[in-house]
């Protein structure tokens, strides 16, 4: 049956679901690349909240997303920017996550890593030694559950170091005691503007340049970076200045096909928001790849970018709520509500386009739930045939 979706200039079209889903089903275990998809929390919509109360998390739903993530051979980052970290997940919040999510990678032999930062200090101006301490504790927490540790970029640290050598006196405080490797997250202001002038300048250049040093004087204790600043030439740059054995996870959510596949001089793995949506899709791509046919993981995969760029349009921050959408869509929880009442945060015309455009995909296992679920969406709105 036809659906009405509105578009950016209020007129409605016309769109005619697909009826039937891509064939998707699990597989061999990755070889070439190592992929995380950064998933998404599922919020309790029967907690009488307020987007300022600390988040009620529906647990069952989401762990049985991670499985699903697993299930096709993804690692979970967890408790990151796409779990709504300083956006409506607080840290005790994030800890429950932590420890959850370990907990259950452990009895599904999945792989995980948790996202460490320092967003238990919400109190106002703090000193650099404040910053570390912050760290810690959260560092600790993700050690403690057996979990990767990712160092994210921290909103306090911005705001307090006065430059490139609070960035290096603090991060190399922490790699020196962290017991395993991590990954160094570098998050660009396009998703979170109060990291405007990381690594101790506006600018990318000098920027980089302390970002390598942090790596340098560590590199036994840093097993890769993510880079989320969605410039594929400037992460191809800085990817090819790594130390070796250091490997680069994109997080351009613009660029990952041509990123993950590479050239002749290298390639990045992946740790993604938008494999949470792509998942299985996403790993079937990387399969191919495997058996080095880089057309083949190109024609799966360069589709899903009009998708990508989508939900990942400016603010780009609020991505996040059309990845709960998309999920929503697919069955894997059974309402579209967020924590914080993100579910807002997206207009109407937005989440018809990502359906349609997630639509054309295949990307809903039960095409006609996802059809019935925009329909009453749309009527909630006031649309009508």
Same mark, same amino acid.
């Given at each position: 049956m036809t659906l009405h979706l509105p578009d950016a200039h209020?007129?409605?079209?016309?769109?005619?679901?697909?009826?039937e889903p891509l064939a998707l089903t699990p597989g061999a275990p990755f070889t070439s690349r190592t992929v995380f998809s950064a998933a998404h929390v599922v919020a309790d919509p029967y907690?009488?909240?307020t987007p300022d109360s600390p988040a009620a998390v529906d647990w069952d739903a989401t762990l049985a997303f991670r499985r699903h993530l697993w299930a096709h051979g993804l690692g979970v980052a967890e408790a990151m920017d796409t779990a709504q970290r300083g956006m409506g997940l607080d840290w005790a919040g994030a800890a429950e996550l932590i420890r959850r999510s370990a907990a259950e990678a452990k009895a599904a032999g999945g792989r995980i890593a948790c996202g460490v930062g320092t967003d238990q200090l919400t109190g106002g101006p703090v000193t650099p030694?404040?910053?570390?301490?912050?760290?810690?504790?959260?560092?600790?927490?993700?050690?403690?559950?057996?979990?990767?540790?990712?160092?994210?970029?921290?909103?306090? /640290?911005?705001?307090? =170091?006065?430059? $490139?050598?609070?960035?290096?006196?603090?991060?190399?405080? +922490? !790699?020196?005691?962290?017991?395993?490797?991590?990954?160094l997250h570098w998050l660009g202001p396009m998703f979170d503007p109060a990291l405007e002038g990381y690594w101790g300048s506006s600018?990318?250049?000098?920027?980089?340049?302390?970002? /390598?040093?942090v790596i =340098?004087?560590? $590199?036994?204790?840093?097993?890769?970076?993510?880079?989320? +600043? !969605?410039d594929a030439q400037r992460e191809i740059d800085l990817r090819r200045r790594l130390p070796k054995g250091v490997r680069c996870y994109t997080g351009d959510d613009f660029h990952y096909p041509e990123l993950i596949a590479g050239d002749e001089q290298g390639f990045s793995h992946a740790l993604l928001g938008i494999f949470d949506p792509l998942g299985p899709l996403a790993a079937e791509a990387v399969r191919v790849l495997d058996t080095g046919d880089?057309?083949?993981?190109?024609?799966?995969l360069d589709p899903t970018v009009e998708l990508s760029r989508h939900l990942f349009q400016a603010p780009t921050r609020f991505y996040k709520t059309g990845v709960v959408f998309?999920?929503?869509?697919?069955?894997?929880?059974?309402?579209?509500?967020?924590?914080?009442?993100?579910?807002?945060?997206?207009?109407?015309?937005?989440?018809?386009?990502?359906?349609?455009?997630?639509?054309?995909?295949?990307?809903?296992?039960?095409?006609k739930l996802a059809e019935d679920r925009m329909r009453n969406l749309l009527h909630l709105y006031g649309v009508t045939p």
């Open positions: 209020g007129t409605l079209r016309a769109y005619e679901p697909r009826t907690a009488d909240t030694a404040e910053v570390r301490a912050a760290y810690e504790e959260q560092l600790a927490v993700v050690e403690e559950s057996g979990a990767q540790a990712i160092l994210m970029a921290s909103r306090a /640290l911005a705001a307090t =170091a006065k430059g $490139p050598e609070d960035y290096l006196e603090v991060y190399g405080h +922490l !790699l020196r005691q962290a017991a395993e490797p991590v990954i600018g990318l250049d000098a920027a980089t340049d302390t970002f /390598l040093d =340098a004087a560590h $590199p036994d204790k840093v097993d890769g970076i993510k880079v989320s +600043l !969605l880089t057309d083949g993981f190109r024609a799966l998309l999920a929503w869509l697919a069955g894997h929880q059974s309402h579209f509500t967020m924590v914080g009442g993100l579910q807002s945060a997206r207009s109407l015309p937005h989440l018809a386009r990502a359906y349609e455009l997630a639509d054309r995909l295949g990307l809903f296992p039960d095409p």
